[in-house]
């Protein structure tokens, strides 16, 4: 072997080696990082991935790593840091990988970011059929924790109802952010794995929401009360209600409402999701006949705290 073949196979060797690991994300490796992923039915692949990267509580592609092997975008990890301040929550998701050494690296990246941001403990997400990644994460420290279930009835089974008396809807345009907020966080204080969202990631979120579906109701004197966001394509994203009307079928009506408006656009199903360990909402979710589809398994890891 020649001596310039010798540094052209090493510089070969170097490049490969700097070309492989965790890279910022670029949008130039969506399409790639999108045949990663198993897309619902009816979904564009490379939008339905762009969407879930692109939004504001991760940063607009800011909270996300890609793994490369040779330029080749071979994996991604996202997450969520809005709980951090609040209870030391950071959600790892997306996690998609073609195979167990891509699985690795971003497992241990998406810890390093975790603990730089100060977090205390780590979730993700995984589904039964998802081998690789349940193994991995068992092998970085994660356990097993609750399931979330996706759960999903047909526009037509839900009823409408009636809204409390004297109740108005909040029209987008008039909507007051930090009162919205404030009804958020008071609704998911107690649910786990809902990440915290301030007045203006709220309003951001709120603007990809459909318009016909989503709904906040106040009471006659004002006070926000409700609300539900839902997707143009039936996917209910949040919903909450004061707990002072808890119990009442506000949420009920809620549904009825915006399964009425997509039955009447064509959309036939609602799909939402629910925390296994949230008695009331899977209830709720099960009498308005909801059933359930599919489930993931959150796995959860708690970092230590480098000393002072």
Request: aromatic share 8%; no cysteine; charged share 20%.
């Given at each position: ?245 808890a119990g009442q079928g506000v949420a009920a009506a809620m549904y ?53």
């Open positions: 072997m020649s001596p310039d073949n010798s540094i052209d196979m090493l510089f070969a060797f170097w490049m490969m080696i700097m070309l492989s690991g965790i890279h910022r994300y670029e949008e130039r490796w969506l399409p790639a990082l999108a045949a990663l992923r198993p897309t619902p039915a009816g979904a564009e692949p490379v939008s339905a991935l762009r969407a879930l990267l692109a939004d504001p509580i991760r940063g607009k592609g800011e909270n996300t790593r890609v793994w490369l092997e040779q330029d080749q975008p071979m994996g991604v990890v996202g997450w969520v840091a809005a709980n951090v301040p609040r209870n030391g929550e950071l959600y790892g998701s997306p996690l998609l990988a073609a195979h167990r050494p891509a699985l690795d690296g971003l497992i241990a990246a998406l810890l390093r970011e975790a603990a730089a941001a100060g977090a205390r403990f780590v979730h993700v997400a995984a589904s039964d059929n998802e081998t690789d990644k349940r193994e991995a994460l068992l092998a970085h420290g994660f356990q097993p924790t609750f399931h979330f279930l996706t759960l999903r009835a047909a526009s037509s089974s839900i009823s409408p109802r009636t809204m409390p008396a004297g109740w108005r809807p909040i029209a987008l345009r008039d909507m007051d952010w930090p009162q919205l907020a404030e009804l958020f966080a008071r609704a998911f204080a107690d649910v786990p794995h809902v990440p915290y969202h301030s007045a203006e990631a709220l309003r951001q979120d709120w603007q990809e929401a459909d318009v016909e579906a989503s709904q906040v109701w106040a009471a006659p004197d004002g006070s926000y009360q409700a609300f539900l966001q839902a997707t143009a394509d039936g996917r209910v994203e949040a919903v909450g209600v004061e707990a002072a009307h009825g409402a915006a399964a009425g408006g997509f039955l009447a656009r064509g959309v036939g199903a609602l799909e939402a999701m629910v925390a296994d360990i949230n008695v009331a909402s899977l209830a709720l979710h099960r009498k308005l006949g909801f059933a359930e589809t599919a489930r993931k398994q959150i796995y959860r890891r708690a970092l230590e705290q480098a000393s002072g």
